[in-house]
């Protein structure tokens, strides 16, 4: 497989030849669909990764030649598809916050801590959200989140910081005192 360094190449030769966009699509197709499936389910994750793929086809010239990895940008591509999507997201939080994380997309152990963080899902802002779940769920770093997000860095971290002090405080009411995700350095905006 090729590496993520040669996204930009293959953007570029896809415009004169379309079928080189297929590399393209083989490398990212699972990490846009998880992040779909996590967010808003499976059924309306599959619609939502084959737009994406399409949308980025038709936009490929677009793609800014500062970046080498697609995946950021897919990933916002994706994210601005869910927000028509956000009552069947915040319905599936709900029911989250109720039944509790369906086994496909929680392969822990259900402790009732994925019911209690979709309530707190469902309670943020969606900017916020959107910032936090391309944090946790499709595993970017502050500055490709800004890249997905077309936000400053800055208002990044503000987001990540509110969605955090929000899911403390909310958890820390229950008991549950949630691992600090911006514990890892190596996930901040400095990393290559």
Known sequence: ???????????????????????????????VFAYAARRIGRQIAEDITAETFAIAF????????DHTDARPWLMGIATNL??????????ALRAYARHGV???????????LGARLAAVLSSLRPRQRDALLLYALADLTYDEIALAMDIPVGTVRSLLNR???????????NGDVPRD????????????
């Open 163 to 173: 969605a955090r002090s929000r899911a403390a405080r909310e958890l820390r009411g």
């Open 58 to 65: 038709r936009r490929r010239g677009d793609f800014s030649s």
């Open 181 to 192: 995700p911006g514990a890892d350095p190596s996930r901040d905006s400095d990393r290559g």
């Open 82 to 91: 869910m927000h028509r999507h956000r009552r069947a997201e915040m319905r």
């Open 1 to 31: 497989m090729e590496s993520h360094s040669s996204d930009l190449s293959v953007l570029r030769r896809s415009e004169s030849d379309p079928d080189a966009f297929s590399p393209l699509v083989e490398r990212h197709h699972a990490a």
């Open 102 to 112: 369906p086994a496909h997309l929680d392969p822990q152990p259900d402790d009732g």
